[in-house]
């Protein structure tokens, strides 16, 4: 089928009605529909697969420099170093 994904969302083309629509999942029905499943068979399970994909999640591991920059430039974090340097002139002071 033809399809894109947009922040995430993935639309399905409608050729009735030459619309892109939301992809739509199996949510609806009482608890007991769900619990009752027993799984996929081989026909139902590439069924499911080219109608959602692969059930993966991608997060992408930062770098560590990256992270360690994100930190160092956070407003905590520079608030206690300007902190940290006015007590030690605190003796000079007084």
Request: charged fraction near 20%; proline fraction near 4%.
């Amino acid at each position: 089928s033809n399809y894109f994904e947009f922040q995430k969302i993935t639309y399905d083309y409608d050729s009735n009605t030459n619309t892109f629509n939301k992809q739509k999942y199996p949510v609806e029905g009482n608890i007991n529909d769900f619990l009752d499943r027993v799984g996929y068979d081989d026909s139902s399970y590439e069924l499911g697969l080219s109608m959602w994909g692969f059930n993966d999640l991608d997060i992408p591991l930062p770098d560590f420099f990256e992270l360690y920059a994100d930190h160092l430039t956070a407003p905590f974090f520079i608030f206690q170093v300007a902190c940290l340097f006015l007590w030690s002139l605190d003796d000079y002071w007084y």
